[in-house]
T-cell receptor
């Protein structure tokens, strides 16, 4: 089983709202990732968690706040977003976050900020 | 630096045509190489991978060979189907990150 699940599938929020995206995997993977993908572009890495600790933050604005409650779950808390933050948000996981690993992606949450 | 370059699309083919999507990478270290596919409205799915020189990755009729001498990982399929219409991303590993190419849109017409 190489499934990563994400909820919700779609989300519409205003610029003053607070919402959260959720990601889950049951593959026993110890590394989890958040990516942002704009239309017709490749995914851009936002955050990496390795063994439940934040290991990479790609200079993401503080209105995005990641959380890894346990090794199976990854959240992305959203607050005071801007319309330009509208995108597909992808979660991925891999075995341990080392250099040569395969990352497995979820289906994404399509976010629209009004 | 580390980068991946893919041929620009869109690529439009008739059903049963031969497909090649070119991908080259910058050669720092010994990365793993990947092809991911993204169908409309969906996330990325791993299509195939190769972890060392001369490895051939294959899946669902698609193949790609890790060529160290030409720093390439071209994707091929002998006979495409309408259902192969999607965006294809070449990627290389880099210290736990994935470096993606810009993506190539494939449209297959009946």
């Amino acid at each position: 089983d190489t499934e990563v699940t994400q909820t919700p599938k779609h989300l519409v929020m205003g610029m003053t709202n607070k919402k959260s995206l959720k990601c889950e995997q049951h593959m026993g993977h110890r590394a989890m990732y958040w990516y942002k993908q704009k239309a017709k572009k490749p995914p851009e890495l936002m955050f990496v968690y390795s063994y439940e600790k934040l290991s990479i933050n790609e200079s993401v604005p503080s209105r995005f706040s990641p959380e890894c409650p346990n090794s199976s779950l990854l959240n992305l808390h959203l607050h005071a977003l801007q319309p330009e933050d509208s995108a597909l948000y992808l979660c991925a996981s891999s075995q341990a976050g080392t250099a040569q690993e395969t990352q497995y992606f979820g289906p994404g949450t399509r976010l629209l900020v009004l | 630096g580390n980068s991946v370059t893919q041929m620009e699309g869109p690529v439009t083919l008739s059903e049963e045509a031969f497909l090649t999507i070119n991908c080259t990478y910058t050669a720092t270290g010994y990365p793993s190489l990947f092809w991911y596919v993204q169908y409309p409205g969906e996330g990325l799915q791993l299509l195939l991978k190769a972890t060392k020189a001369d490895d051939k990755g294959s899946n669902k009729g698609f193949e790609a060979t890790y060529r160290k001498e030409t720093t390439s990982f071209h994707l091929e399929k002998g006979s495409v189907q309408v259902s192969d219409s999607a965006v294809y991303f070449c990627a290389r590993s880099n210290t736990g990150k994935l470096i993606f190419g810009q993506g190539t849109t494939l449209q297959v017409k009946p």
